[in-house]
Structures are given as C-alpha cells and as structure tokens.
C-alpha cells in the first residue's frame, strides 16, 4: 500500500565539459540540438550540484530555492521536466497530485560558464526520478531543463545524439566509455571571473541560430567528423589527437559567437592569455599535453594527463600569479581548482 507519509530524496549530479560543443537548437521548446555533442563527467568529489525535494500530502505550494534563494516555480523548463516525469509515472501513485519543496545548492559558480544547469537539472531529474519511480532513459528529461543536463547523467566520456525523431524521444545521451577507460585524465578549471556571464548560454545560442551563417556550416560539415574523430581518439587514448580537436572545437563556438550578430563575446583577455600558454607549453614539449576549452563564459576547462599536472600547474601559478599585487592580470581573480576525473 502506498504510504500516505512525506517523500524525501537527495541526489548529487556532476557537471560535464564538453569538448564537442552543443551550439544551437533545432527546436526550442524541447530543447533539440543542432548538432551531436560529446563530454567528459567530472567526479561529484568536486563541482557539483545536490538537490533535495520533499512531495508531502501537507504541503500548501510548490516552493523551490537555489543556493539559499527563493526561486520563482513559475518556470517553464522546471516545468516541462515534471510534466515529462509526471507523464511517464505510475498515474495511481498518490504522490503524484502533492506539492513539491525543492532545495538545491551548487559548491561552484552558477551561471558563469561552469556547467551549472547540467549538474542542476541532471540531479533534480534523477531525484524526480525516484521520487516518482521512472524506469528507462531519463537523459531525454534532463535534456528539457538545459540540454547540456543530458550528458550529466552518465560519468566517463558521454555522446549527446542530436536524433532524428520529432518528439526528440531520441535525442538522448548515451556513455561511449567508462571514465575508468583513460584512468591518468585530469580537469584543471582556472576561474578567471566567477560572476553570472552577461547573457546565458540559451540566448547566446537563439541569437547565434538567427543571425550566424557559420552555425550551419558547422552543424552540417564540421561536428559529425569531429564525434567521430575525437571518439577514436578517447577509445585509442591518443591525447595529441584528442586535445587539438578539443581546442579546435571550442576556437570554433566562440568564433560563431563572434559571428553573432550583436556578439556574444565570452572569453576575455585572460582566457586568451590562458589559450596561449597551452599554445607555448604544448610547442615547448614537441606534442600537445595540454587542451584548453571554454563554455558560455571566461573560465578554462583545461584536460591534460596526471603525470602533466605538477610541471603544468606550477607553470600556471608563476604566470598568473593569484596573490601577487604586481601581477600582470592585475584584479583578475584567478583560483584554480585541480579535479580528478573519477568518474563512477
Ligand atoms: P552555466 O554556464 O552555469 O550552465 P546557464 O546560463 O547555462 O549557466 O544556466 C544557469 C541557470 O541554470 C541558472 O540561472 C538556473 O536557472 C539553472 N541552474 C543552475 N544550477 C541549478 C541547480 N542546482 N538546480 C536547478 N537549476 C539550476
Ligand atoms: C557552451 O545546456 O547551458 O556549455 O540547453 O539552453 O540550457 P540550454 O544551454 P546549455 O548550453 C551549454 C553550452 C556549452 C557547450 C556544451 O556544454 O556542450
Ligand atoms: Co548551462
């Protein structure tokens, strides 16, 4: 018999940085890509979210708060998550008719480029998730809240198929290989600015649908080679391959937003000094060691092998220097945070 008592879940979810970036929607409203995608999962050791939600006959309303923040519910990709789990439940279940308490908190800077609305819809669909008893792929759900979220519900290196179905049932995430598959992979993430970036991922990409040329180009000519190559890459272990596709792929997203019209300018002087540097170190070892990538958003996802980091890492620290007055990048905060990416 079904209990008539209150339902608590907690869940954590990682973020995910792309190395094939999704860029463009197809269709808005259900959140389908342009083009396929392709990420690494980071450990829930470091950036991640952690959402708990509470269903209880007792509750008045819907409430959902984010790191410490009443949110408005009257969202509509919130929305369109639960209606997508609400549909695919057990219609007797009584929970389903009860209100909603949501509490959800990232240990990283929301909205600036770091991945946030994966972790963040990736961990609320898998609590609504067993909240609400779902079987099967739910990456199709997550998709609905932020399309990057799909990819968060697998760790290892995760392939975003954009599908071919109108309903985007499709349009899914699917893991190409354990992160136990390339056991030396490590993230570094150097913070370059952790405020909310002055337009969101979502409108950088509607603008750069409507007014880019080369987004079509690149939908249609350039990723579906690139998933393969970099694929090959991962499953072979071949870092040189892997890091110039990585670094090739994120030069191309920001010069389609420099393509948008307005642009939608995400990197700043400091990320582009940081794209150097992988330049000049990689130049300097003979092969590439080291790949750079940028979300919406000046911080660098930097991939490189552990036996890289120490030699890297210190390199890094001499050049920017974060407690040094007379730095050169005098006023930027710079943090770095290392993040092993063991990923379940
Ligand atoms: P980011 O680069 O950090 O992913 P986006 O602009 O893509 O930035 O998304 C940020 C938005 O994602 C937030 O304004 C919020 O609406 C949503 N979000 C972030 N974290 C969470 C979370 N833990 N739970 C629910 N939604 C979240
Ligand atoms: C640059 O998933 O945040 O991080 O689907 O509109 O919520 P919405 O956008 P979002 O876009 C992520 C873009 C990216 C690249 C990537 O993660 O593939
Ligand atoms: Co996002």
Not at 119 to 146: K, M, N, P, T
Not at 158 to 178: F, M, N, R, T, Y
Not at 240 to 266: G, R
Not at 278 to 306: I, M, Q, R, W
């Amino acid at each position: 018999m079904e209990s008539k008592n209150a339902k608590i879940v907690t869940c954590v979810a990682p973020v995910n940085i792309a190395v094939i970036k999704y860029w463009g929607k197809l269709d808005e409203e259900l959140l389908i890509p342009l083009n396929d995608s392709l990420s690494g999962t980071l450990s829930t050791d470091f950036m991640r979210a952690k959402t708990t939600i509470m269903v209880s006959p007792t509750l008045q309303e819907n409430k959902f708060w984010l790191n410490g923040k009443e949110q408005s519910f009257d969202n509509k990709r919130l929305d369109n998550c639960l209606k997508e789990i609400k549909r695919r439940a057990n219609q007797e279940l009584p929970i389903l008719n009860w209100k909603l308490s949501i509490c959800s908190e990232n240990n990283f800077p929301t909205a600036a480029g770091l991945a946030s609305s994966a972790a963040g819809y990736a961990c609320l669909v898998s609590a609504l998730a067993i909240l609400y008893d779902i079987e099967g792929d739910i990456s199709s759900i997550a998709r609905r809240g932020s399309g990057s979220a799909c990819r968060s519900m697998y760790g290892g290196w995760v392939h975003w198929c954009k599908g071919i179905k109108e309903d985007g049932l499709d349009s899914i995430a699917k893991q190409i290989a354990p992160a136990s598959h390339w056991p030396e992979m490590r993230v570094l993430i150097l913070v370059v600015s952790d405020g909310k970036k002055k337009y969101g991922s979502t409108e950088g990409m509607k603008r750069g649908v409507e007014t880019s040329e080369l987004i079509t180009y690149r939908a249609q000519y350039v990723v579906p080679k690139r998933i393969e190559d970099i694929s090959e890459a991962i499953k072979k272990r071949d870092f040189n391959t892997f890091a110039q596709i990585t670094m090739q792929d994120s030069n191309q997203m920001h010069a389609i937003c420099l393509d948008t019209y307005p642009p939608c300018v995400y990197m700043t002087n400091v990320s582009h000094a940081i794209a150097g540097l992988v330049h000049a170190y990689n130049s300097y070892k003979g092969s590439n060691k080291v790949a750079y990538t940028f979300d919406a958003g000046p911080n660098a996802c930097l991939y490189l092998l552990e036996p890289e980091v120490e030699e890297f890492v210190s390199i890094v620290n001499y050049v920017f220097p974060p407690s040094d007055p007379q730095g050169y990048f005098q006023g930027m905060p710079l943090s770095m945070k290392d993040i092993p990416q063991d990923i379940k």
